[in-house]
């Protein structure tokens, strides 16, 4: 596929770059992290499976990306980026088609394996790898505005999915969704992902350097650290690294998975869609905010502490309203949606601080890969916490809120805990 237009270049390429990144954002997760639980609701809808299936199929998606994920940077130095990030709309177009036209549970599996492998190529390495060509110290503030296009994705696609779905049926919606979704990554990586500094002539940053080495700029250029990967697995730095972003994001999604629910019993679907909304709201200001809490805060684990303890005041703040009381919902829901953006986007620039440049892409894969495979199983975890008899969500609606901020408290000591530590050598 081709384009018939080229982006005029600006005098330093890297906003072009961000922007679609955060194009890139808004489509990977609008379909691949948003997407299911409609795939979900749609699927038992049309066959009449049962909820556990339906539901194994979504832990196949995001568990098989997981598996992808941690290849993708060898992915990405062998067939480059445009072409994985192409081929990666083409396998999650063709899998969500396959969802919307599976008749027996192994072709629903089949394309569960399409859709999970295809959209993370298109989420956060993905991103991670287009602004880090361009942005070494201005790395944080561009990284948050691309993965703003993660929360926009949700915001949007979610119910544009269900409007089209309405108008044209499952399978109209998923070939429609998908060929547009085909169309723009395609030229994206044509007009953008296919360019590199060095193929411009420009330098990072727009080729302004500060005065003294920052701690970013000195860690990107130490490459006597880089760790080989039989060392990486047993160092305390990428451990604490990838267990705070894994139980973080299994607060998180679990948490979510259930909370629309619980709110619609209180609030009414209506205003319970607009404060979801408008906690999506808050977690691109969380993310902006943090951007610029790292021009003054040095140790980025220190952030990532407090946006998981500002969830876990979230979650609590839920657990005090349960008898109603609306302003301690809507307080709980702006606390803990604005830490909802950070979960992902702080881990990626915590690493660059942490690693050697050459050593961010595998760590930045394997932290992502163990997230995701992670939070795969947290909607059955918390829905076993809530309980499946009828009636049941009410009466035990405060486990989930005790377990997501107990969680997010744990998550929050994690990144504490890698603070400053002596990295291992590499073995020679």
Sequence with gaps: MSCAFVL???????????????????????????????????????????????????????????????????AHAGLGLPATTTLGAVFAAVGVLGWAEASQPWQLFAAALLSGGGWVAMGAVAVNAIVSRWYAVGRPSALAKAYNGASIGGAILSPLWVALIQRLGFAGAAAAMGLVMLAVVACLSFAVFAKTPRS??????????????????????????????????????????????????????????????????????????????????????????????????????????????????????????????IGLIVCGIVLFGAG????????????????????????????????????SFAPAVFGLLLGAEAGAAGSHADRLFVAAGVIQLAAAAIFLAGRGKARLKPVV
Excluded at 33 to 53: D, K
Excluded at 200 to 219: C, I, N, W
Aim: charged share 10%; net charge neutral; glycine share 12%.
């Design 200 to 325: 411009l002539g420009q330098l990072p940053d727009g080729g302004t350097a500060p005065s003294s080495p920052s701690p970013v700029a000195s860690k990107e250029q130490d490459d006597a650290s880089v760790l080989p990967q039989t060392v990486l697995r047993h160092d305390r730095a990428f451990l604490t690294l990838a267990a705070g972003m894994a139980i973080g994001l299994f607060a998180q999604v679990g948490l979510l998975a259930h909370l629309f629910e619980l709110l619609t019993q209180v609030l009414g679907a209506q205003a319970t869609g607009f404060l979801m909304g408008g906690g999506t709201a808050c977690g691109i200001v969380g993310r902006m905010a943090a951007a610029r809490a790292m021009t003054r805060i040095e140790d980025r684990r220190v952030i990532a502490a407090a946006n998981y303890g500002m969830q876990a005041a979230g979650s609590f703040a839920l657990l005090a309203a349960q008898p109603g009381e």
């Design 340 to 375: 909802i953006g950070n979960a992902t986007s702080l881990p990626p620039l915590i690493a660059q601080t942490d690693f050697a440049a050459r050593d961010v892409p595998r760590v930045v894969a394997s932290i992502v890969a163990i997230g995701q495979g992670t939070y």
């Design 8 to 74: 005029p270049q600006p005098r330093f390429f890297g906003p072009w770059a961000v922007r679609a990144a955060f194009l890139l954002a808004v489509f990977g997760w609008g379909v691949g992290f948003y997407g299911p639980p409609i795939y979900l609701a749609e699927v038992m809808s049309r066959t009449g499976w049962s909820l556990s299936l339906v539901s194994a199929a979504v832990t196949v998606h995001f568990l098989f990306g997981a598996v992808v994920v941690t290849n993708l940077p060898r």
